[in-house]
């Protein structure tokens, strides 16, 4: 079973609509969560990176959110643009260098 | 800075065929690092190094070798291509490991198929 489970694996949103990704994860410890976009024949490109004691990071209208305790992080994209159409990876970091990539959700934004 | 860059774009191989996908960085960075991404999943670590001449394996290292003789360039070979080795493949790299906070960046990546 993979360590990290991103929902939904794929979601269509109209353009200026807000939407949310969930990632959980049972890596443990864990030393950051990531999260990446990934445009199609790209390489992924980070947005975020958040360590344990941090709740929320925001990178412009994207904005994560991590709870440690429960194991859960969010991504959420406020005011959507067809430029956001992408694959979205969550990334967590164990102590090791042992990054364990959740398998992405594919976000298409129509107008 | 050109970034990461990666060659070839594309390849096709027939099984038993060997090659090396080329990775360079111009940060100068000492971690770099080689995955491979399967559809339906996420991607998984081949090899990495920490530093010229120093290179460790990931969780799917079976029928892939790595040198970093120099800080800039990390080249992935395939010894005897097999068509589980279809993928497309991603180099990266970072200033120190990503156990640290620090951003890793991606190649465009190289689409590999094994016929």
């Known amino acids: 079973k993979n360590q990290v489970e991103q929902s939904p694996q794929s979601l269509i949103i109209l353009e200026g609509k807000n939407c949310t990704l969930q990632c959980n994860y049972t890596v443990s410890p864990f030393s950051n969560l990531r999260w990446y976009k990934q445009d199609t024949g790209r390489g992924p490109v980070s947005l975020t990176i958040m360590t344990f004691s941090e709740n929320t990071k925001s990178n412009g209208r994207y904005t994560a959110t991590l709870d440690a305790d429960t194991k859960q992080s969010s991504l959420h994209i406020t005011a959507s643009q067809l430029s956001d159409s992408a694959s979205y990876i969550c990334?967590?970091?164990?102590?090791?260098?042992?990054?364990?990539f959740g398998a992405g959700t594919r976000l298409t934004v129509k107008p | 800075n050109a970034g990461v860059t990666q060659t070839p774009k594309f390849q096709v191989l027939k099984t038993g065929q060997s090659m090396t996908l080329q990775c360079a960085q111009d940060m100068n960075h000492e971690y770099m690092s080689w995955y491979r991404q399967d559809p339906g999943m996420g991607l998984r670590l081949i090899h990495y190094?920490?530093?010229?001449?120093?290179?460790d394996q990931g969780e799917v290292p079976n029928g892939y070798n790595v040198s970093r003789s120099t800080t800039e360039d990390f080249p992935l070979r395939l010894l005897s291509a097999a068509p589980s080795q279809t993928s497309v493949y991603f180099c990266?790299?970072?200033?120190?490991?990503?156990?640290?906070?620090?951003?890793?960046?991606f190649g465009p990546g190289t689409r590999l198929t094994v016929t």
């Open positions: 990266a790299s970072s200033y120190s490991q990503p156990r640290i906070e620090n951003e890793q960046y």
């Open positions: 990334v967590v970091l164990g102590t090791h260098n042992d990054m364990r």
């Open positions: 190094s920490v530093g010229a001449g120093i290179t």
